[in-house]
Structure formats: structure tokens, C-alpha cells
T-cell receptor, first 116, second 115 residues
Framework: EAGVVQSPRYKIIEKKQPVAFWCNPI?????LYWYLQNLGQGPELLIR????????DSQLPKDRFSAERLKGVDSTLKIQPAELGDSAVYLC??????????????FGEGSRLTVL | AQTVTQSQPEMSVQEAETVTLSCTYD???????LFWYKQPPSRQMILVIR??????QNATENRFSVNFQKAAKSFSLKISDSQLGDTAMYFC????????????FGKGTRLHILP
């Protein structure tokens, strides 16, 4: 069974440029998460989707970050324009839906962003 | 607000030894989960072990076990017979049951298993 797939694995851009990350969750997982992981820190939730609905985006900096999950499967996280402080790893995770979820997140390998 | 604290940024231990990673948390809730997640270098983060707060018995998964002290709000991970493949970042995490499915992670402990 395929795991959570993310792309690109690495991205280097100059500040003020846009960037997008893509995530395909495990088949059958209706819940999808985007996490931000700064160097030496634990993951911090940016946004959580239940199917195509963003049910928690309270930590998403909406002035420059956006996300979508149009068909309730794969998702895209966009940053426009990128700032130096956005350099981090962006993790996507998926899980069973609420009610069957007991805390097990399935993570992708992450997309490492470097902003110059 | 819930917080998770890992006071050991980095640890090293010889292969085959036993190592204990510390975690404390703060919450006013009574029903919650605690977790240890493992993030190997350049690989996906995976769940190692889970503890339900209502269970008095400490969770065990093969070489991994926890020492859950609810009154002290302590949740340590013990790795027995450590192996080179145990080298990773280990994150302690917390989630309130039946609330918002929001997992809060600690800052992590980088564990090196030395040959």
C-alpha cells in the first residue's frame, strides 16, 4: 500500500517568489493535515481537512499561505510570496476520519523549502 | 492550553544499551492520549507507541515501553536493546480525546545509537 506522497522533496527559491507543495494521502484517509516543521522543532499544524472542508485553519497565515483540497483527495499548499522565515519542512499527513482516529498520523517524507 | 516539554535535546547511547527519553506535559483535561513519534533521518515520521490516559497499565511495543505517571504528568519512553536503526528524532505528543483531534508535539529529542 502506498504511503503519503509529497512533492517536491526539496525546493530552493528566492524570497518573494511563489512556491507550491503537493500531497497525496493514503487511499481511504479522509483527513489530511499540513504541518510546518522548523529546524529543531516539532511539527505545528497549519491546516486540517475533513474531505474537502478545511475544519481547522486557525494557524495558517492567510496573508501569504493558501491551501486547497478540491476533490477531497490530494491537496496543494501554496506560499505567495515566500519570505526568508518560511524556510522549513512542510509535512503532509493523513489519517482515518474522526471517530476512528486515535492519534495515528501517517506522514509523508516532507518538502524542504529553502528561501534565499 | 496544553503543552508538551522534552527537556533532552540530544542523547547518545551505545548499541544494545537501554535508554530513556523524558517528556512532561501540562493539561487540565482528564481524558487524553499520549504518543511517541519517531522521525528517522530523511524518512517519514511514524507512531511508535500510544497510551490512553484512562489506562493504568503502561503501553509496550516490543522493545519500546513507556512509564506513564498521570499525577506527575510524566510520560517517558524506554528503548531496550537499542539498535542502530533507532537513531532518530523522537517526539512526545498529546491529544485530548473526543475533542478536536489536534495533536500537540514537543520539540523532540535527537537520539544517536552508537556502534
Amino acid at each position: 500500500e502506498a504511503g503519503v506522497v509529497q512533492s517536491p522533496r526539496y525546493k530552493i527559491i528566492e524570497k518573494k517568489q511563489p512556491v507550491a507543495f503537493w500531497c497525496n494521502p493514503i487511499s481511504g484517509h479522509n483527513t489530511l493535515y499540513w504541518y510546518l516543521q522548523n529546524l529543531g522543532q516539532g511539527p505545528e499544524l497549519l491546516i486540517r481537512y475533513e474531505n474537502e472542508e478545511a475544519v481547522d485553519d486557525s494557524q495558517l497565515p492567510k496573508d501569504r499561505f493558501s491551501a486547497e483540497r478540491l476533490k477531497g483527495v490530494d491537496s496543494t499548499l501554496k506560499i505567495q510570496p515566500a519570505e526568508l522565515g518560511d524556510s522549513a519542512v512542510y509535512l503532509c499527513a493523513s489519517s482515518l476520519d474522526s471517530g476512528r482516529f486515535h492519534g495515528e498520523l501517517f506522514f509523508g517524507e516532507g518538502s524542504r523549502l529553502t528561501v534565499l | 492550553a496544553q503543552t508538551v516539554t522534552q527537556s533532552q535535546p540530544e542523547m547518545s547511547v551505545q548499541e544494545a544499551e537501554t535508554v530513556t527519553l523524558s517528556c512532561t506535559y501540562d493539561t487540565s483535561e482528564n481524558n487524553y492520549y499520549l504518543f511517541w513519534y519517531k522521525q528517522p533521518p530523511s524518512r517519514q515520521m511514524i507512531l511508535v507507541i500510544r497510551q490512553e490516559a484512562y489506562k493504568q497499565q503502561n503501553a509496550t511495543e516490543n522493545r519500546f515501553s513507556v512509564n506513564f505517571q498521570k499525577a506527575a504528568k510524566s510520560f517517558s519512553l524506554k528503548i531496550s536493546d537499542s539498535q542502530l536503526g533507532d537513531t532518530a528524532m523522537y517526539f512526545c505528543a498529546f491529544m485530548i480525546m473526543n475533542r478536536d483531534d489536534k495533536i500537540i508535539f514537543g520539540k523532540g529529542t535527537r537520539l544517536h545509537i552508537l556502534p
